[in-house]
């Protein structure tokens, strides 16, 4: 029989004193541990002993790498084949794309971040890099850890500015050269070539890699091929798409590369920033299930041959190739106007690991942004490469989707258009995609929708400054 | 102090530990820390954050007052997605209420055999978790191959268009929680004593009269809990229309959830996000506010009869 509760004794009492004591002591511990970790100081490359192996002094050193699961396979094997040579250990944690800033600004923001070192895509840089969170280069390159072929100039300067400047001080190394480009099914457009050109005076294919001169050439020619029954694909799904399909057509339309000036003044309120909508606006009617598309399904819609044209990122890009042929079956080249938007990735370090973590963190993301694992990077897992010494003749002819990325073949590649780098970019991206996403489906005018969005925009960045 | 002093002040502790009401103040008291660590202190920090900017470093920077809120409630993202979700929660609700009811009725009906087997077979939509049922449903209305415009042979873009989009993320949610009234209303009305219902029929009580005065009095405490339950879950809805819209088109189907989220984890504006928190709560607040006043005042007052 059990101790009926309300006798109350002396024992229990005692016994229920002493639990809530230990469970204090025991969350006051927990404390203490907790205030143990992280945290360091030291100048980087402070323990080198043999500068002409710096890696040798790291042996031994656990890091942990964060990646989007995107790219995890390709930071599993660059991680195994680096522990393996240098004993440095890596072991990489994958975050899902859409939630892998917040989760890491979250970590920042508590000074205990789980990872030392990580990869951030292009527009995320600006919230790693303005607050302080990412650790700055420069002394790195300034010590014995830097290795002197590392030639940190051979990187496209385009990547090398967006992937890891920020106000002219380096912070990160360029590891994916992302650019958007505008595949289309050249078998397709040379059967309706004729007719076209009967009817418009013009070719109905886009130039090798200069693409078409304009949105206005590409939407006669979606009109034209929508009437044959050929739909375009579009993404106008409201998600971040639409923050990348619309400065294609702004900087085409308005020659800016950017949709903020260099104060940090919306340029929305540009007549061409409302005709780049128009013609957006416009594709809807051509597009299949355009309000319903986003990456994923832009990109299964091509490859099921369901649509003759789509701007799309370059691991797309790549299965389209597989797919279709390059130039038997698809073209690729510069979005119409070109200038095609810059996405792509840099390896950054944080700040608050302890400084010899930091060490090995450092010498692990030379390497993998090295000229050799560019290389390897991109014949190996499909990840364009950043540099200019990746181009060579024989990828070029075993990848031929490569030759769109190389700048001596098409210089286009280094003008693009840029979305706003700065740690406003998630609330200036959300604005503009709510709102596009409201006139794409017909609910209001381009002209109205950029003055609501110019207004916004230059609210914000006044609240930020 | 000395040692008589010492002796007597140990004695009155004991003392004091004998006392019954000290022992039911030490029994409660983890539960009124968790409570106070869990729930009161950071509704406290929330309002006290609301009144300051924070950095970008998620630090906090100058006291502004109540221009965090003044900044809400001037956002019309804010206030349309507001609006939505009190206009889903009254929707939803009175969906999952009437369905809920009407397929009890029917399972206790004298029509229907092996009940419980029924019961049962309604509730797998609630054991979905909300991220699941979204994403059943967005294959299922997904224009490129879901099987809603499949089978009526149509194209609409129902989660990406006007009003479909709407009535997309409420199918989702009635689909999802109509058997927690199902359930909840079963179980209820398993337990009115027949003899109620043998008195009526001798009063002479038709069908329709039984119903109004004997089984709808009899489910009023389920009533009033299962609806207070759905509707503060009604509002915080987040993870269906994510995954089903993303509030879209435009921001249509933007719950006051996600604007608060969005302040808060996207755009990191932590001052912003506290104040919209405080109103939110407000919101809610006021809704279970009128229930209870509607339909459980008396269940809950001194006087009740619960």
Not at chain 1, 262 to 284: F, K, P
Not at chain 2, 283 to 305: H, K, N, Q, T
């Amino acid at each position: 029989m059990g101790r009926d509760t309300n006798s109350r004794g002396r024992v229990g009492r005692r016994s229920y004193l002493r639990a809530v004591g230990a469970g204090a002591t025991a969350a006051g511990l927990a404390g203490c541990v907790g205030n143990l970790t992280g945290g360091g100081s030291g100048e980087p490359g402070g323990q080198v002993d043999d500068t002409a192996n710096p890696t040798g002094s790291y042996e031994g050193v656990e890091l942990n790498f964060a990646t989007s699961s995107n790219y995890i396979d390709a930071w599993n094997d660059l991680a195994s084949q680096f522990s393996e040579q240098s004993g440095i250990e890596v072991e990489v944690t994958s975050y899902a794309q859409s939630e892998m800033l917040t989760q890491l600004l979250n970590q920042f923001r508590a000074q205990e971040a789980s990872f030392d070192a990580f990869i951030s895509d292009v527009i995320w840089t600006g919230s790693f890099m303005q607050p302080g969170f990412a650790e700055d280069l420069g002394p790195y390159f300034d010590s014995p850890l830097a290795n002197a072929d590392y030639d940190y100039d051979d990187h496209l300067t385009v990547f090398a500015e967006n992937y890891g400047q920020w106000n002219g001080t380096r912070y990160g190394l360029p590891w994916y050269g992302d650019v958007m480009k505008l595949s289309v099914r050249k078998d397709v457009l040379e059967e309706h070539a004729d007719a076209y050109e009967s009817e418009h005076d013009e070719s109905i294919m886009p130039e090798m890699f200069g693409g078409y001169e304009s949105y206005a050439k590409y939407n006669r020619v979606a009109q034209f091929m929508h009437d044959q029954g050929w739909d375009m694909g579009l993404e106008g799904q409201r998600g971040w798409n639409i923050v990348y399909y619309y400065p294609n057509r702004f900087a085409a339309e308005t020659g800016e590369a950017s949709m903020l000036d260099d104060d940090g003044n919306s340029r929305l309120d540009a007549e061409g920033a409302t005709t780049a909508l128009q013609h957006y606006i416009d594709q809807v009617e051509w597009a299949r299930n355009p309000l319903s598309t986003g990456y994923t399904q832009s990109r299964d819609q091509f490859l099921d041959g369901n649509t003759w044209a789509v701007e799309q990122w370059g691991t797309a890009t790549a299965q389209f190739i597989d797919e279709w042929g390059w130039e038997e079956g698809v073209r690729v080249s510069l979005t119409p106007g070109g200038y095609p938007n810059l996405g792509g990735w840099g390896v950054l370090l944080n700040t608050y690991s302890n400084q010899e973590v930091k060490d090995a963190a450092f010498l692990f993301a030379q390497w993998a942004t090295s000229k050799e694992m560019d290389k390897y990077a991109f014949t190996e897992h499909g990840v364009t490469p950043t540099r200019r010494s990746s181009f060579t003749d024989e990828i070029k002819e075993e990848y031929p989707q490569a030759r769109y990325q190389d700048p001596e073949e098409n210089p286009g590649i280094e003008q693009l258009s840029l979305r706003p780098r700065n740690p406003s970019y998630q609330e200036l991206g959300d604005t503009m995609q709510v709102q596009i996403s409201d006139a794409l489906s017909g609910n209001t005018g381009a002209a109205e929708t950029m003055q609501s969005i110019h207004d916004e925009w230059e609210s914000i960045m006044s609240e930020n400054e | 102090m000395s040692v008589l002093e010492a002796v007597t002040d140990s004695s009155a502790v004991r003392a004091r530990l004998d006392d019954d009401r000290t022992i039911a103040w030490l029994f409660v008291a983890p539960a009124l820390v968790l409570l106070g660590l869990v729930a009161i202190y950071p509704f406290a920090m929330m309002i006290y954050n609301s009144l300051f900017d924070f950095t970008q470093a998620g630090r906090m920077d100058e006291f502004v007052g109540l221009a965090n809120y003044v900044r809400v409630l001037t956002d019309g993202r804010f206030t349309s997605g507001a609006v939505f979700t009190v206009g889903f929660v009254l929707v939803v609700v009175t969906a999952e209420f009437l369905l809920g009811l009407g397929m009890s009725l029917l399972i206790y009906s004298e029509f229907v055999k092996r009940r419980q087997i029924w019961v049962v077979l309604s509730l797998p939509p609630m054991m979905l978790s909300p991220v699941v049922t979204g994403l059943t449903w967005r294959m299922l209305l997904t224009p490129e191959y879901g099987m809603v415009n499949h089978l009526l042979g149509i194209e609409v873009a129902w989660l990406a268009s006007r009003p479909w989009s709407a009535v997309a993320v409420v199918v989702a949610d009635v689909w999802m929680w109509t058997p927690l009234f199902v359930l909840v209303f079963t179980a209820t009305i398993q337990s009115i004593p027949a003899v109620y219902y043998e008195a009526a029929r001798v009063d002479g009580m038709s069908r329709w009269q039984q119903f109004k005065w004997v089984t709808l009095p009899q489910m009023r405490t389920a009533i009033a809990i299962v609806l207070l339950l759905r509707v503060v879950r009604a509002f915080k809805v987040f993870p269906k229309i994510q995954v089903l819209t993303l509030g879209g088109p435009g921001s249509y189907t933007e719950s006051i959830a996600m604007v608060t989220y969005n302040y808060g984890f996207r755009f990191f504006d932590l001052g912003r996000a506290n104040a919209a928190g405080v109103l939110y709560w407000l919101l809610m607040f006021v809704a279970a506010y009128l229930i209870f006043r509607s339909v459980a005042e008396d269940l809950i007052s001194p006087g009740g009869e619960g």
